[in-house]
T-cell receptor, first 110, second 113 residues
Framework: DAKTTQPPSMDCAEGRAANLPCNHSTISGNEYVYWYRQIHSQGPQYIIHGLKNNETNEMASLIITEDRKSSTLILPHATLRDTAVYYCIVRVAYGNKLVFGAGTILRVKS | GAVVSQHPSWVICKSGTSVKIECRSLDFQATTMFWYRQFPKQSLMLMATSNEGSKATYEQGVEKDKFLINHASLTLSTLTVTSAHPEDSSFYIC?????????FGPGTRLTVT
């Protein structure tokens, strides 16, 4: 599975959009971009995933560049409860193990 | 959505004893289950992958005789930490995979005294 690079931490004001970047320059054609988050002392929570098209669900939007070498997770209206570690993971779809990197600590501040 | 439970949520045991952690998929059948370990302020590290009815596949550096994994049914996997030592104190997280996605349990906090 391709390696990902994320900033170690980011701050965001409550109510504003949080944009979390991820670089995955060695991604292969059959690899998806997955995003999970982990709130302190809990198991990871699935957020969203995509292959090459932009995706949106009730939690977030995922923007993938045309060359697929990077992506951005967007939380449109961040709340204090969105404070967590966000992990960007690249893998072949379905069933394969997830390899977690260091992730980005997002701190939402009032 | 699919729910994965872990039991116990936390456990304290004495050095030298063994402790068993259960991981259950509550509303779906899990073809594969994964076990992770997480030390404070670190990321999750995959320990092993288990498929129902077969032996687990351990990641490099994980002692299979120390961390015994049993995946007896499509809804239950267990991790037994044998002869636990203080350095085994950690947050243990399982995930269960159906044909489409992985779902994570809430984690088990193990403290070895």
């Amino acid at each position: 599975d391709a390696k990902t690079t994320q900033p170690p931490s980011m701050d965001c004001a409550e109510g504003r959009a949080a944009n979390l970047p991820c670089n995955h320059s060695t991604i292969s054609g059959n690899e998806y971009v997955y995003w999970y988050r982990q709130i302190h002392s809990q198991g990871p929570q699935y957020i969203i995933h995509g292959l090459k098209n932009n995706e949106t669900n009730e939690m977030a939007s995922l923007i993938i560049t045309e060359d697929r070498k990077s992506s951005t997770l967007i939380l449109p209206h961040a709340t204090l409860r969105d404070t967590a570690v966000y992990y960007c993971i690249v893998r072949v779809a379905y069933g394969n193990k997830l390899v977690f990197g260091a992730g980005t600590i997002l701190r939402v501040k009032s | 959505g699919a729910v994965v439970s872990q039991h116990p949520s936390w456990v304290i045991c004495k050095s030298g004893t063994s402790v068993k952690i259960e991981c259950r998929s509550l509303d779906f059948q899990a073809t594969t289950m994964f076990w992770y370990r997480q030390f404070p302020k670190q990321s999750l590290m995959l320990m092993a992958t288990s498929n129902e009815g077969s032996k687990a596949t351990y990641e490099q550096g994980v002692e299979k005789d120390k961390f015994l994994i049993n995946h007896a049914s499509l809804t239950l996997s267990t991790l037994t930490v044998t002869s636990a030592h203080p350095e085994d104190s950690s947050f243990y997280i399982c995930s269960a995979s159906d044909a489409y996605e992985q779902y994570f349990g809430p984690g088990t906090r193990l403290t070895v005294t």
